[in-house]
């Protein structure tokens, strides 16, 4: 195979910050005078922390350890060979730091080429081949097991995925072909397609099992002794694996346009990965694997020399790294102990944050509100959701008990937060009432504790400046729905200090939040970037472009929902709301809808009925619109709206609202659910040259989010 070592080597020099994965070759008597057995276990030699890889250095080692079975096959000295991880991870997949530095296409080429050549000698043994997936498999750790010919899965799996598409590749080492030739190209399109379009859902190890994708599932605590014995009956011929027949009629081509109608839901034609990923399942059809792998090389080549790509691995490093480790957060020995939370309020929002509160970090937690009926509405409501948990299975009857417990309901802020070393308020959203709220606050709280307000747009500073202490004032704005969404603004008032920011973002580590400091200005991050998006939206509405040709010229960014449905979802007195204070900061730029008032006005909910199922235009809201006669092409839409938003982001970095362009990426993709795909927004408007155009240069450098110079 030296061919395959000379491409590997080829490859590895191109990846020099490699974390290298061994793959060790030890022997083992099987029970039941099976014979003598191979066993690969893959490992990088570090903690289950930092997952093995594979990069070229590690498929170069893993094709030494086959060339040392494939002769010991040759030569009957086994009887089989099986391939396992290190504790608690099989393989995570392919080494992306590497992909990131690729600058050629016949490079790109060679990584597809590499892992099939590598992979597929595991099939083409004397013997039969076992994968035991033991821990997390993703990836490429989950298509080298589909190479083999038997798989077994620990019940104690806590993720397996195909996750290429969500980060704008394809399975491309053996996925596209094999599974849908395993499980039918339906369930195929479940695991490569959906799951991966569905925020990157991973799988269970009983689900792997259910779905065909492994033939036997055992225990996690002797997942691998029992994976031994299994092993044992199979090749004595004690057990036999039946699989179903594969339909490879209709069911096969519905699952394709199952796939496609899914990826446009989410996608919208914006992205390429799940349409090439689908034109490699409908291909493997007839099950030619030659053909197939050819299929993924050329697809994983085109892909990783595309900008998509680089986006979404952009976008992947935002989430795991920065996102973990926050630009300006201070030193997180100032974080003072919290051991007890108040929350002012006892509406939807602030009994969600009660919940949270008290299940990240697990102390008594009480609710205050003006009148006992809204108190105990708001504390029945976090109990209610404590059964839901337990009815589902997330928490134990003691843990319910306990979460209960320390949720709790007061009229008296004096008993219940003389206390306290946390109080966030969440009220109306109005500056006179939230200065009431602080004020009352500070007279009975320790004088350690934090003050933190859950406002979505307005001043810190101004909220802080009638008190005593105005340093231990800090933002703590948190997105809706709470348990869904991880993004947390952290927002530096003029006077904040540093142990009640470090307070503050040590308490969002805890809730296993994404924080993102930023500055005291008007709507923060999210919201003035939204407000921006959705004022210029409704702007070309108003003037008289119709409200469907104004939605759609936003659909090749391929954002989770149009901008009239997040609208709805946020609230059109939100909005309005927002889009008030804003024009109020920047009168100049940001526009307030008389449209908008107007539906307000009328106590609408949104511009749509959904009686149908789908969105249409509810006739009421249509007559209550007057609009202009400028009518505008989607493209005059699209090129309007990303110019206004470029300017923004622009003016945001200027003004330092944020440390740098990432971190306004950062709070889009957690805080408003904006695709990986995009990298948020900024590599999007610099390779469609918005920034160059509006700004007169790029947000980020070449390479950053893009093919390397």
Not at 91 to 112: M, P, S, T, Y
Not at 125 to 150: K, R, S
Not at 193 to 222: R, T
Request: negative net charge; aromatic residues 6%; glycine residues 10%.
């Amino acid at each position: 195979m030296t061919n395959t070592a000379e491409l590997l080597k080829g490859a590895a020099e191109l990846f020099p910050g490699e974390v290298v994965t061994q793959a060790h070759v030890r022997h083992l008597d099987l029970p039941q005078d099976a014979g003598r057995f191979a066993l690969i276990t893959l490992d990088n030699g570090l903690d289950h922390t930092k997952p093995t890889t594979f990069g070229p250095a590690s498929l170069a080692n893993l094709n030494t350890a086959i060339d040392q079975v494939e002769k010991e096959a040759a030569d009957g000295e086994i009887t089989g060979v099986g391939i396992t991880g290190k504790p608690f991870i099989f393989a995570v997949g392919a080494d992306l730091k590497g992909v990131e530095l690729l600058k050629r296409h016949e490079d790109a080429l060679a990584i597809g080429k590499g892992g099939h050549d590598v992979f597929k000698r595991l099939s083409a043994l004397a013997v039969p081949t076992f994968a035991y997936y033991n821990g997390a498999a993703m990836g490429g750790g989950v298509e080298v097991g589909l190479h083999c010919a038997y798989r077994t899965v620990s019940a104690a799996l806590p993720a397996f995925s195909l996750p290429e598409v969500f980060l704008g590749l394809v399975p491309g080492w053996g996925g596209c072909t094999l599974l849908p030739n395993l499980i039918g190209a339906d369930r195929a399109v479940s695991v490569i397609i959906e799951n991966s379009l569905n925020q990157n859902k991973q799988l269970k190890g009983e689900q792997v099992y259910e779905l065909g994708i492994a033939d036997a599932i055992f225990e996690g605590a002797d997942f691998l002794e029992q994976s031994l014995i299994w092993t044992a009956a199979v090749l004595k011929g004690e057990i036999e694996v039946v699989r179903p027949e594969i339909d490879r009629g209709d069911a096969w081509h519905e699952a394709v346009v199952r796939g496609r109608a899914i990826a446009d839901g989410k996608v919208h034609g914006a992205a390429p990965a799940a349409y090439r990923a689908l034109e490699i399942i409908d291909a493997a059809r007839n099950g030619d694997l030659a053909r197939g792998y050819e299929a993924e090389e050329k697809a994983l080549a085109d892909l990783i020399m595309g900008s998509e790509l680089r986006s979404g691995i952009y976008a992947f490093n935002l989430v795991q790294k920065r996102g973990k480790r926050p630009a300006g957060a201070p030193d997180k020995s100032l974080a003072r102990p919290v051991s007890k939370v108040g929350v002012v309020g006892a509406g939807l929002m602030a009994s969600q944050l009660a919940l949270l509160f008290a299940r990240r970090l697990e102390v008594p937690v009480v609710l205050t509100d003006i009148d006992q009926e809204r108190v105990d509405k708001g504390v029945g409501y976090v109990h209610g959701e404590i059964d839901k948990l337990l009815l589902k299975g997330r928490i134990n009857q003691d843990k319910a008990n306990r979460l209960k417990a320390a949720v709790t309901g007061s009229l008296d802020k004096a008993a219940a937060f003389s206390d306290a070393d946390f109080v966030i308020e969440a009220v109306f959203e109005e500056m006179g009432v939230k200065q009431k709220v602080f004020a009352e606050v500070e007279a009975v709280v320790p004088e350690h504790a934090i003050l933190a307000t859950n406002t979505s747009s307005l001043s810190v500073s101004e909220m802080a400046s009638q008190l005593k202490h105005p340093e231990r004032v800090v933002g703590f704005h948190f997105f809706n729905p709470v348990a869904i969404l991880p993004l947390l603004e952290i927002v530096r008032g003029a006077e904040t200090d540093d142990a009640s920011l470090a307070t503050a973002f040590g308490v969002a580590k805890k809730l296993k939040k994404t924080a993102v400091l930023v500055k005291d200005a008007p709507a923060f991050v999210v919201n003035r970037i939204l407000t921006r998006f959705m004022g210029e939206i409704q702007n070309v509405i108003d003037e008289g472009t119709p409200v469907d040709v104004a939605e759609r010229a936003i659909e090749p960014l391929g954002l989770p929902m149009s901008p009239l449905v997040l609208l709805e979802l946020v609230g059109p007195a939100i909005g309005l709301h927002v889009s008030e204070t804003l024009h109020g900061a920047f009168p100049d730029r940001f526009t307030v809808s008389e449209n908008l008032r107007r539906v307000v006005e009328a106590g609408k909910r949104g511009f749509y009925v959904h009686d149908s199922g789908e969105p249409k235009l509810d006739p009421e809201v249509a007559a209550l619109l007057q609009q202009g006669d400028t009518v505008l092409t989607e493209e005059q839409v699209r090129a309007r709206v990303l110019d206004a938003v470029a300017q923004e982001i622009g003016l945001m970095l200027e003004e330092g609202v944020v440390a740098e362009a990432q971190d306004i990426d950062l709070c889009l993709i957690t805080g408003a659910g904006w695709p990986f795909h995009l990298g948020g927004i900024t590599p999007y408007l610099d390779r469609e040259g918005v920034s160059e155009r509006v700004n007169g240069k790029t947000f980020l450098a070449q390479g950053v989010a893009s093919v390397p110079a």
